[in-house]
């Protein structure tokens, strides 16, 4: 079954304590982002990966670092978490750059207190 | 700045109704625009796209108009049923830059 997979789909933890998202996709896509959601404001990007060892900043990328050694998994990484970083994650795939259609992850609720 | 807007957070319909959601955008660099339906606990899924030279896409049900020199486009749901219930985000996606900016999603019910 074609998916992109998010581990752990819930996480407290508290400021400081370094955390990594994992997201992993079965498609054989270039194309991997990952996008925090909250309230009143939507789905912003955090970060994107046109392709193995190719990424870039999105809109909101503070706070968060990436790395994609494989081309199938796209780790969101938090260095030193913090209270503003309470949101819901979701990392999603396309084909290529090119590609409209994106599939998502099932979500990572973090809450930082 | 906020490109694509979904001005109504919610929305309510009688099942068997028409169900209209709306959206807005400033940037006239879009070249397609999409929906997407979140349900509770689970991701996006894609729904329905618009090429920005197209005025009108259907599929089954689910119907998108764009009006171009309004810069809006609406998804038209017909007939709804109690599964359409969900989070609804248009976006648009930036020509060249390829990606993707999304709306602030729009609560639908419906109401049996």
């Known amino acids: 079954e074609a998916q992109v997979t998010q581990n752990p789909r819930y996480l407290i933890t508290v400021t400081g304590k370094k955390l990594t998202v994992t997201c992993s996709q079965n498609?054989?896509?270039?194309?991997m982002s990952w996008y925090r959601q909250d309230p009143g404001l939507g789905l912003r990007q955090i970060y994107y990966?046109?392709?193995?060892?190719?990424?870039d900043k999105g809109d909101v990328p503070e706070g968060y670092k990436v790395s994609r050694k494989e081309k199938r998994n796209f780790p969101l990484i938090l260095e030193s978490p913090s209270p503003n970083q309470t949101s819901l994650y979701f990392c999603?795939?396309?084909?290529?750059?090119?590609?409209?259609?994106?599939?998502f992850g099932p979500g990572t609720r973090l809450t930082v207190t | 700045d906020q490109q694509v807007k979904q001005n109504s957070p919610s929305l309510s319909v009688q099942e068997g109704r028409i169900s209209i959601l709306n959206c807005d955008y400033t940037?006239?660099?879009?070249?397609?625009f999409l929906w997407y339906k979140k349900y509770p606990a689970e991701g996006p899924t894609f729904l329905i796209s618009?090429?920005?030279?197209?005025d009108k896409n259907e599929d089954g049900r689910f119907t998108v108009f764009l009006n171009k020199s309004a810069k809006h486009l609406s998804l038209h749901i017909v007939p709804s049923q109690p599964g359409d219930s969900a989070v609804y985000f248009c976006?648009?996606?930036?020509?060249?830059?390829?990606?993707?900016?999304f709306g602030q999603g729009t609560r639908l019910t419906i109401n049996p």
């Open positions: 999603a795939s396309r084909l290529e750059l090119g590609s409209y259609e994106q599939y």
């Open positions: 498609m054989n896509h270039e194309y």
């Open positions: 990966s046109m392709n193995v060892e190719v990424t």
């Open positions: 940037n006239s660099m879009f070249d397609y």
């Open positions: 618009i090429s920005s030279i197209k």
């Open positions: 976006a648009g996606r930036l020509q060249g830059a390829q990606k993707l900016v």
